[in-house]
Structures are given as C-alpha cells and as structure tokens.
C-alpha cells in the first residue's frame, strides 16, 4: 500500500510539472511575459502592439521623470494582467524610429492602444490611476488619434527614417568628437589640422559615392547604341555643324544684300516715275500762261484810211474780240 501511494505520489508530482512546463512553453492568453513582466519593444518587434489591448511607456535612460516612472510603471505591467492588458516599454535611445512614428515630444509619453487604435493617456502616473483607467475603460472617452496621425501609416513611416536618421548623424558627430579629441592628444594633431584632414575625407567619400551612383545608373538604364559615340566623332559632328551654321549666315548675307539692291531700284523706279507725272501736269498749264499774256498785250486798232473823192465809202469794220480762254483745271 505503500508503495502505491508513493507510486501515485510521485505520478502527482510529474504531472503537476508537466501541466507546469507545457504553461510555460504555449504563449498566455493575455500575451504577457511569464508573472506578467514588463515587455520591451523596439523597431523590430513593434507591430505586435497592434493587435490586443497595450500600455506603451516611451522613455530615455537619462530622463528624470522616466526613472521616478519606472517602479510605478514596472508594478503596473504584474497587475495589468488580470484585466487582460499588455504593458511595454519603448526605449527612445535604441529605437528613434519609434519615437517618430508616435511623434514624441515629451518624456515619459505613455499611449494606449486597443487593436490598432492609438490614444495618448494624459492622467496620473501612479498605478492606481493606471489600473483604474485600464478597468474601467475610461479610455473610450479619449478620441483615438486620426488617420494622418496614426503610426502605422506611410508618412508616418516616412517621417520615422527622419527620426532614425537624425539619430545617425547625432552618434556621427559623437564619434567624430572623440576622434577629433584623440587625434589632438594622442598625436598632437592641431585642431584646423583634424578639421583639414575630416574635410579631405569627405571630398574623396562624396567623389567616390557620386561615381558609384553614376555607374549604378548607366548598369540600370544603360545608353541605346545610337546614342555611343567616340569622342572623335561627336568633334567632328560638332565641326560640321559650325560649317553648317557659319554657310547659312553667309547665304542670310548675300540674301539681305539682293533685297537691299531690289529696294533700291525699286525706289529709283518708283522716283522717275514720280519726275514724268509732275512734268505731265506742268504740260497743260502753259497754255493759259501764254494766252495770258496775249490778253495783256495791247489791242491794235486798224485806223480808217482818209477818204477819197470818188470812191466808195470803206465798209465800217469791226474789231474782233478775242476769246478768252478757258482757265484750265
């Protein structure tokens, strides 16, 4: 008898740690780490905030208020799992991305998301406020971002490489003072001597990028064959269509020059016969003239002859009136 309840014992006892173990290994309903622990997200593994209901904290090493939060908000992420709740934990530092995607400007931020809908949680940081807010869903009463807000469209992704960038150039410039600072103590380098130095570099790296970027897009959109040519041949093509232009401007010239010669003779033409109308005109203007002056001449009166004895009487004549011509037009 003993022996069977040892037996039934020590069958308990495995299966009670092998109930234990396959808990273990299949992933809990809430989505929590085991004993509800606090989950950190980065760049890589943020999309698992969009499906389930989350708190995200987003913090900095060096904040004040982010390590005055953190015992706060690790107490909160074991109790949030009895109302079904994810809480995690964004660090700005590791992952900038991030930080542009929610467009944080402040430290510590903390969002609330529910299946993909985002909205900024703005009450006390204590962990009855939290737990309070969570249960009792006051959450439905915050306005979920808008869609040109919410972090998983394009722009904001766009915006995100900003972000990621801005922090590249930030740990570039670290690198370069601590470089710099040991170039002048090591090697006593002065200081325009390392500036001198980093800008040489930068020429030849800009050089070196612009030539692989050329090359890239001659190997993708590569020059059709009518478009090849040696140098030689495109000076060639380049001296005929100088001699080309220089023909065209000497047949403009000889052009210009005949037109310059027909206006000319045009204008003589155009200059006689103007000569031959004023002397047409003048033709029959004379004959008044001339009649005039006859008019002006004295009338000669024929003077009767004596009479003589025996003859006849003369015939009494009578002067002729001259006509007076008509005044021409």
């Not at 606090?38 to 209901?53: K, T, V, Y």
């Not at 904040?63 to 809480?87: G, H, I, M, S």
């Not at 325009?192 to 800008?199: I, N, P, Q, T, V």
């Not at 090849?228 to 080309?244: I, M, N």
């Amino acid at each position: 008898m003993q022996r069977k309840s040892h037996l039934v014992a020590v069958s308990c006892v495995i299966a009670v740690l092998l109930a234990q173990a396959a808990l273990a290994q299949s992933p809990t309903h809430s989505g929590l780490q085991p004993g509800g622990k606090l989950i950190e997200l980065d760049e890589d593994n943020w999309h698992r905030m969009l499906q389930g209901e989350w708190m995200i904290e987003f913090f900095a090493p060096w904040c004040p208020a982010c390590k005055n939060l953190a015992p706060t908000w690790e107490r909160f992420a074991r109790v949030a799992k009895d109302v079904q709740v994810q809480v995690a934990k964004i660090d700005v530092t590791t992952s900038p991305s991030l930080s542009g995607r929610f467009f944080v400007t402040a430290l510590p931020t903390i969002y609330h998301v529910k299946d993909g809908e985002f909205r900024q949680y703005r009450g006390a940081r204590d962990g009855d406020a939290l737990l309070f807010f969570v249960k009792k869903k006051q959450w439905e009463s915050i306005e979920p971002l808008s869609a040109w807000k919410k972090p998983d469209t394009i722009h904001m992704s766009v915006l995100s490489y900003f972000f990621k960038l801005s922090h590249t150039l930030k740990h570039t410039q670290k690198l370069f003072k601590d470089f710099n600072g040991r170039l002048q103590e090591e090697y006593g380098l002065p200081t325009w001597g390392s500036y001198a130095l980093f800008a040489i570099a930068t020429i030849f790296v800009g050089a070196a990028l612009g030539l692989m970027l050329v090359c890239l897009v001659d190997f993708v959109y590569p020059p059709k064959k009518s478009q090849r040519q040696s140098f030689s041949e495109s000076q060639e093509h380049l001296a005929d269509g100088v001699e080309d232009l220089a023909t065209e401007e000497i047949e403009d010239d000889a052009e210009a020059e005949q037109n310059e010669d027909s206006d000319e003779e045009e204008q003589d033409d155009d200059d006689e016969e103007d000569n031959e109308e004023e002397d047409s005109e003048e033709q029959p203007g004379d004959a008044p003239s001339q009649e005039k002056d006859a008019d002006s001449e004295p009338e000669k009166v024929e003077e009767p002859e004596p009479k003589q004895v025996g003859d006849a009487a003369p015939e009494k004549t009578e002067p002729v009136r001259k006509r007076k011509p008509r005044k021409g037009d």
